[in-house]
């Protein structure tokens, strides 16, 4: 069975930073392209950057040049540094495998991240 934990969210400043991890089990993580996604209040979830099986990165305009994705095969864990944060960042944001932009599991719980101005 699949889980996706994540981890780290929290309450920071505008201009602040977090780091999010997301624990992956039930799936061949290090040939699974991954990805963060988030979900504003009334807003549709959207994908924020994705990392391939052999580290290649994308991410929306948005937040280029502020977060970095990476991962770690050994511990089944992606990550998601954020800096510069925004209060337009404010979202729940959830980590899941992806094939071009698509999740293909169910979502695990999520984590709170909120930016205040």
């Known amino acids: 069975q699949v889980q996706l934990v994540e981890s780290g969210g929290g309450l920071v400043q505008a201009g602040g930073s977090l780091r999010l991890s997301c624990a992956a089990s039930?799936?061949?993580?290090?040939?699974?392209?991954m990805g963060w996604y988030r979900q504003a209040p009334g807003k549709q979830r959207e994908l924020v950057a994705r990392?391939?099986?052999?580290?290649?990165?994308n991410y929306v305009d948005s937040v280029k040049g502020r977060f970095t994705i990476s991962r770690d095969n050994v511990k089944m864990t992606v990550y998601l540094q954020m800096d510069s944060l925004k209060p337009e960042d404010t979202a729940v944001y959830y980590c899941?495998?992806?094939?071009?932009?698509?999740?293909?599991?169910?979502w695990g719980q999520g984590t709170q991240v909120t930016v205040s101005s």
């Open positions: 899941n495998k992806e094939r071009m932009g698509v999740p293909l599991h169910a």
């Open positions: 039930g799936i061949i993580f290090s040939i699974s392209a």
């Open positions: 990392i391939t099986s052999g580290g290649s990165t």
